[in-house]
């Protein structure tokens, strides 16, 4: 069962900055894209970020293109997702999976997901 925690959010001030980590286990990370998504209420969950196995290639959504930046580290089954200049449409919980394409991989779950509060 692959288990994924997501840390790192907060509430920062509009054009504040803040770091998400998403650690995955029960997986064999290195095998797999991963995807940064967000959600909130009344919206479906979108992708704002995805990485390849390898790191070689990255998607952005338009939305935080310029802004955010995401990175991996396979030896610590980590994937980051570097968010500058934050938006208070940027408010969300964010969630990490594990992605083959742009499908969900090993798991259909998710994890808790961690809270993102831009304050305007």
């Known amino acids: 069962q692959v288990q994924l925690v997501e840390s790192g959010g907060g509430l920062v001030q509009a054009g504040g900055t803040l770091r998400l980590s998403c650690t995955a286990s029960?997986?064999?990370?290195?095998?797999?894209?991963v995807g940064w998504f967000r959600q909130t209420p009344g919206k479906e969950r979108e992708l704002v970020a995805r990485i390849s196995d390898a790191a070689f290639r990255t998607y952005y959504a338009d939305s935080v293109r310029g802004r955010f930046t995401i990175s991996r580290d396979n030896a610590k089954s980590t994937v980051y997702l570097q968010m500058n200049n934050l938006r208070p449409e940027d408010t969300a919980v964010y969630y990490c999976n594990l992605l083959n394409g742009y499908r969900l991989g090993p798991s259909q779950y998710w994890g808790q997901g961690t809270q993102v509060t831009v304050s305007s």
């Open positions: 029960g997986s064999t990370f290195s095998n797999y894209a």
